[in-house]
Structure formats: C-alpha cells, structure tokens
C-alpha cells in the first residue's frame, strides 16, 4: 500500500475520532487529528484525496476526502442510435452527460467509468467538470494498455511498452489535478491475452517454451510487470489517486500478486450472474487487495422468449449488489474487501451486434453475441447464445429525441437499484 | 375450481383440528409435516403460513416446529418466485419474506437443542438459504449443522434425519460434508450388530435407489468385514459389485468406484482371478474413464490371455487405436492390428477396421504402395458391406492416386496425435464426450466437444471443430462442437476431434463408441 505508517496512524485515528465522535464534536476531531499530526510530525504532509485504507481487521476502505466512498457506479458510453464506438459524444452538443448525471444523482449514481479519455482533453475534462460540479459524480479513468492495437498487443516489445507508458502518463498529467477524477484503471481484460486465446502475442523466448502452462507464465510476468512499472511511474506523478490493475475475472492474479506490488487495488469484470460465488474470498488468498468490481450487470434481452425482459435484469442486479454490500468493510459479515462496483451500463448501445454495419446501428439488434450459463433464464436460447450486447442498459434509448438526444427511459433495474441504494440494511 | 377450493379448506380445516387435538408432539409433528408437503407442493406458501398462525395461540408446545415450517415455506416460496419468474411477488415481498424467514429459523433454533429434529432441519434450511446466495455466512452454517448432526447421532437411536440431512448436503454438492454425514450414519447402522449379508443388502438396496455414495460407503463396511472372514470366498462378490458399478450410459453406476473394487481384487488375488467377462468390464470401464493407458494395458492383456475370447476382436482393434492416437506407439498398434488380419478367413467389422487403421498409419508415414495395399485388401475383404469403412478406404484410395493431401481434419488430427511436435496437454485440453457409447445399428448419437475453459471474459472465441473418423456415413460438421451420427454396422467406431483457435491447435481428443 502506498500510505506511510505515520499516515496510516494518523489517518486511523482521525478516521475513529470521525466515527467515534459524530457530527456534533466535530471540533474535538479536528483537534484530535491535529494533536495526532503534530506528534507524529506528518503535519507537513496531506493525505492523498483518495486512497486506499487498510482497517484494523484488514478490511478495506475507500476514502475519497476523508470519508469513506462507496462505488456505485455505471459505465458510461453514451453513444447515440445510428453511430458507433467512433462517434466523439464528449463534443455532441446536446451534452448527453447533463440529462444522464441528473437521472443518475436521482438514482444515486456516484461514480462513471470511462474506458478511454477523447483524444480532445478539454471537453474530456469539461465532462468530468459537470458531472462533478453538476451531480457531484466522480470518473474513474481507464486505459487500454494497447489492447486493440493491430495486429495484436505487443507486451513484450520495448517500444510498444514506451508507447504505452507515454500515453498513460500524459492521461495522468492531464487529469490528475481535475477534482472529479476517483481512482486510475489499467487494463481491462487484458489478461486473457497471456493465454494465447484473445489478441494474442509472444516473444521469441515464449515461442521457444514448449510447456503451454510455462509459455502462459512467461506472458503474466511480462505483462503484470509492465504494469507495475506503470503504476509505479504514475505514483510518481500523482498521489493524489490510487491505481487499479483491469482484470477479466480472477485470471492470472497468482502471478500479479509476485509482480505488481505497486498496484493499490483489482479492478474486475465479472459476469457471474446471480452471485459472484467465492470471489471474495478467493481474492483474498490469491492477492490481497481491495477489489472494485468494473464490470458487472445483466442484460435484458430473453433470447430464449425473444422479448425484452426488464425483470430478468432487476433481479441479476439486485442480487448482485446484494452480495457487493455483504463485502463492504464495514458489512456484519462477508470480506470486508469489496470497495464498490460499476455497473455494465448506462445506456444501450446500438451499434454493437454488428459493429461493421452502419445500418445495424439504426436497429435495436436482438441478436445474441455470447453465452453464459449463469445468466440461467434465457441460457435455452438456439446455440446456448443468450447474452445480447446491446441490451445492457440500466436506461433504455427510445428512437424519439428531445433536446437533441435519444430519450432516456430508466428500466426497472434502476428503480430496484435506486431503492436498494437507498435502504441497503433491510436487505 | 370452486369444489376444489372448497376441498382445499375443508382439508385445511381438518388438518388444524387434528393437529390441536394430537396428543403426542410426535403426532402433531407428523401431521405438520403432512400439512406442510400438502401446501408446498402446491405452491400455497402463504396459505401455509397463514394456516401455522392460527395454530400458534392453540398449540404453544409446538412453537418452534411452527417456526422452523414458516421458514421453510419462505424459502420455498423465494425459491419459487425467482424460479417461475413471478417477478411483482418478488420485487415487492421478497425482502419482507427474507426478513421472516431468517428470524423464523433463528428462532426455530434458538428455542430448541441439537437432540431435536426440528433443530437440525430449521439449520439445514437456514444453510440451504445462505448457500443459495453465496452469503459468507453459508460455511459458519454450515460446520454448526454439522457439529449438530454429529452430536444427535452419538446420542439417539434415531438415524433417518442423519441421513436425510447428508442426502440434501450431496444434492447441493457438499460432497465432502455429506460424506462425513453419511459415514456416521454407516457407523451407526454398522455398530447396530447387522450380519453383513444383510449389509449387503442394504448397500444395494441404496445403489436401487441412487444413492451411490452411501450404497459404496456401506459396500465398503462389507467388503472390511468380509476380509477379516474369508478373503477367497469375498473374490465373487466383489466381482459382482464391481460389475454393478461399471459405466453405464444411463449414468447410473460410478466407474471410479468399479476399478477401486478390480484393483482390490487384484491385489487379493492377481490379475489372472479375473475372468474374460470381468477383465473386459474392466478394460470398458477404464476406457470410459479415459484412464487410456490403464485400458490398453488391459485390452492387451485379454488379447493375449483370450485369442479365442468373444472380446478378443475388439479388444485388439481397442487396443491398437489407443496405443495410436493416445500412446504414440504406432509399433504396437500396428502389431495389434496386424494381429487382426492374421486369419485371411475372418472377416468382420473389426478386422475390416483393422486394414483402414493399417492403411491410414502406412499412408501417414508416406509409405503409399504399403497404404494402397491394406486400402484394396479392406475393399476386397468387404464385398459390399460395412459401407461406413470402404467409403473412408476409397477416399483416401483417391487420395493416393491422384497425388493428394490427406483430407485437412483427419491430416490435422493425425499431426496433432503422432506429429513430431506432438503435445501431451493438448489431449487433456478438451473434453470429448458420447452419448450413448453403447448404440445400435442406425440409432442416433451425439458426440460433444467441451475445450477447457480458458477464460476470455465477454471476449467471443470462434472455435473450428474438425472432426474425422468413423461419423457415420453423413459429412461431419464444419465448425460445430456437436457431431450427430448413426452407423449402420456394427463394430468399434472411432471419434477424432482437433480444435484449433485463431492461434492454431488448442486441443485434439480421441474417443470410442461400439455398435452392437
């Protein structure tokens, strides 16, 4: 963890004279964490605006200016009926994020993922800008580390990596100092590629292994160090917000735990569907991190019915988040290490099914792109396939616009999760 | 509809006041139980609360019965909302019926000792619950069941809620807990002074009733207690207990457990105390097992033991593919299938098989005369039949005399099989699976590709699944991890199989169906 010992003791003790004292001393807090700084001569020094904290039990927090901050979170790629990933929303003058942070407060939204900045940093910074200022919603930053690069991610050539590294640290100096930024994200299933299957690549030294179990370890050392030495770099630059290694599932973290140190927390895509099973526990013996979950959800399309089935969605939602909240540091129960989730996604995205058909991304595609068994209700569906990407949307898009947007109609997940939210306890 | 309503409450009537009027707990517990599989089964969750309300004033003695039946009735009853997808029920009661179910069963507990059944089952629910949400509570449940389960069995004669309580553990898949629960309940029965004929007994009278797990365990305590009797005269039983729990394609039966019981038998008694009927049992059940060498060692031995054996033709015909295709020993398979074609006046589907097997190895190492030779031997051999094996003669016939490549999937899976960059992992990369293994002529069967689970998250992988073989007399699917086939003669058909990703073989497997 990057705190120092001086911080985290005085940081501990601010933090239980803030839950010990409440409200109404708050003068005493104040004094207290003052006392506190003075004699441990850290008064020099400030806490990072977010950071991880390590409790007592071993449970992890975090806090975001002093308080402990829940994620509650959706991706959000608000990419309007008939474009695709290329069209730039950041500069659509309709300003999606206005009407989409005021339903998203509503709902208790806190925090957005975008997976990659525009290239244009001051309508970038502008969105994050208004939604913070607007909504007092933060943005997780993410990056792809190159993963769609053609003809395939190169973690093991130098040149590739500085590519990389120049990009990630010029996105950091760009928006660290933007008070709505949360934390960093590194990756995002970037993993899977160090098993051969998905954009995959070597290195003359992986090709001359013959053991496939032994190629795979040489692709997790190469790039889960890649990976720390970019967290370590962006330490360097920013303090201020702690950095989370992307990762599909638990896949490949034995081999992170030996060579990313620097990481402060897992940031993982998990499609489970009802539950997440042991995942937090498991975390917890294989690499001892907080862990953000920044891919979850559902999506409501019943390719089994061919319909749309919006209850389907609420009820993977619900009891997702369910569990999330078992995880919290301070729930009864659970691992105490879960820091919140982001939920997969804000609106539909039309273009998805059939990304290279500019007609397709007119029409609200009921196709399937991938199966799993644990999205059970529809998985009777032609081929197993019941996993309709364009049909991930806590927030439909009808085809009618008002004020030169889609209209934005909430399903029923973000009534349910809007409730949840408000009462968690009771459930 | 309404007369059956009205039977209904009449029914529910009388249930309510025979369980006041019951004189004995027992009795009005039997009667609960009775209520509570009526109501249930019908899906009348709160009827069934309802009707455990109006006993509650009159009946104080049986609170915590009516507790652990209210918690029961809201799980079922979530269970069953998310199962039939009534949704405005479940969005909008559910989290009053978690509520009441959770402190149903607490209370169901707390009021009462682990000596009391009703105890036991309001924690069996309890974990059931926490187990169906992964709630970290589930395993702390879990152990005090357990804990509980064992201090009721040191004390009380009773056995049946052990064993109830371990078949639900097994059905959820605590197969490990359930196991111990089952091995207190083999204690209890064991201790009880039963003779172990009537042990055996018992034990098969489980095996009747699918419980494998407990009809092994109580096996077990026969085959202990026979031992120290008479060790010879135990060899027959064990024989006919194994044979019981050979593979079976209806799935009952537990292959696993059949070979602990040969090989117990060979250490008894060597490997010859095994009859042809029992060592071919054996060789079937390894092979089903995909134990492929512990099959080929065994085939080869009723081979050499048998050579007038009515095993003997697909014995060495097995044999030769395994040592092919999954040893790499093409010097042995060779020998086995030449074995085959020794007697020039035997004609059958396994010896026609053995000339392909002999042409396509000859064809495989670029000896084309030698090829060409067993290819017009099979066709000669065949007259007009097994049209299933002289089609795949004739293909490569073709091959040779127009100077071409072998077909791309049977090419890629011998590569994959006996290429010089052959890779031991890439057969343990896939799963390779028939249903049934066992066929008659022309009935339909399926056989299915799983590749292990590499995970790529949302990421599709499109796989090609080339198959070659024996498939019947169809084209085999391109890029399809199902392959349906029928034969229409008899005899040992092999199933090939590589799966190859965009960055090349992944996988290749290797299985075996019979046609009778």
Known sequence: ?427 | MRSAICQQTAQQDNFAQQIMEAKTKDEAYLLLEEASDGYLANNRYNEFVAFLGVLRPQRQDLLPAMDYYTGLARYRQIEYLEEAQEWNEYFNRGDAYRQELLSSLEKAIDETSYLEEVNLYARLTLWQYYKGRDDPLNSKVLSGLCESVAQYSQLKQEVEPVRKIADALKSAGENAKAKELYALYIKKISAAGIKESRLKEIASGFYAAGNIELSEGIYDVYIERSLQENKQKLIPALKTIAAQFVYQDNGQGDPVYAEKLFAKIEELAGKQVLDEESMYLRAFNLEKIKDFAGAEDRYAFLVKQYPKGRHFEEAALKAGLISAYVLQDKLSAKGFFERLTQDEKIISPQVISAYYQLGLLAQWEGDLEKARASYLKLLEKAGGDFSDTTALANARLKEIEENRPMEYNLKMFLQASLGDNFIAQRLAAADLSCRPYRLRPDEQAVAEATPQPAQTGCIPIAFNYLWSGHNGEKEPPADERLLKFSHKYSGTKEINLVIVSPTGIIAYAFDLVDVY
């Not at chain 1, 104040?30 to 806490?47: E, P, R, Y």
């Open chain 1, 1 to 427: 963890m990057r705190l120092s010992l001086n911080k985290r003791f005085v940081y501990r003790i601010s933090y239980i004279v803030y839950r010990a004292a409440g409200r109404k001393l708050i003068l005493f807090a104040a004094c207290g964490i003052f006392f506190a700084a003075c004699l441990f001569g850290c008064s020099k020094k400030q806490l990072p605006k977010v950071h991880i904290q390590k409790l007592k039990n071993s449970r992890y927090q975090l806090i975001v200016d002093g308080r402990p901050y829940i994620v509650k979170g959706v991706c959000y790629n608000p990419v309007p009926i008939g474009k695709n990933h290329e069209y730039d929303w950041w500069n659509d003058p309709a300003k999606p994020w206005i009407t989409d942070g005021k339903l998203m407060q509503e709902m208790g939204i806190n925090t957005i993922r975008i997976y990659e900045p525009a290239k244009n940093p001051e309508a970038v910074k502008k969105v994050i800008r208004d939604l913070y200022q607007l909504y007092g919603i933060r943005t997780i930053l993410g990056n792809w580390l190159g993963f769609w690069e053609y003809p395939s991610p190169l973690y093991g050539d130098k040149a590739f990596q500085e590519k990389i590294s120049k990009e990630v640290l010029e996105t950091v100096d760009l928006y660290k100092d933007e008070p709505g930024v949360l934390l960093w994200v590194l990756g995002n299933e970037n993993n899977y590629s160090c098993l051969g299957r998905v954009n995959p690549w070597s290195t003359p030294e992986i090709e001359s292994e013959p053991d496939p179990q032994k190629k795979n370890a040489l692709r997790y050392k190469i790039y889960y160090s890649f990976v720390n030495r970019l967290a370590q770099e962006i330490h360097k630059l920013d303090i201020d917000h702690p950095v989370a290694l992307g990762n599909g599932e638990l896949t490949g973290l034995e081999a992170a735990r030996d060579y990313c140190p620097d990481i402060d927390l897992v940031a993982c895509i998990i499609y489970r569907g009802k539950s997440f099973g042991p995942l937090f526990r498991s975390l917890r013996m294989t690499f001892d991190r907080p862990i953000l979950l920044v891919e979850i959800g559902a999506d409501c399309y019943d390719a089994y019915l061919k319909k749309e089935d919006q209850n389907m969605q609420a009820f993977f939602l619900e009891s997702q988040w369910r569990q999330i909240y078992e995880n919290l540091a301070d729930a009864q129960k659970g691992e105490g290490n879960c820091i919140g989730a982001v939920t997969f996604e804000w609106t539909d995205e039309w273009w998805k099914h059939n990304e290279y058909s500019a007609e397709g991304w007119n029409v609200h595609d009921t196709g399937s792109n991938w199966s799993s068994g644990s999205y059970y209700f529809d998985i009777k569906a032609e081929n197993n396939m019941n996993m309709n990407e364009e049909w991930f949307g806590i927030v439909a898009l009808s085809e009618e616009k008002v004020n030169g947007l889609y209209k934005r109609i909430p399903r029923k997940a973000y009534y349910v999760l809007r409730d949840f939210w408000k009462n968690p306890a009771k459930n």
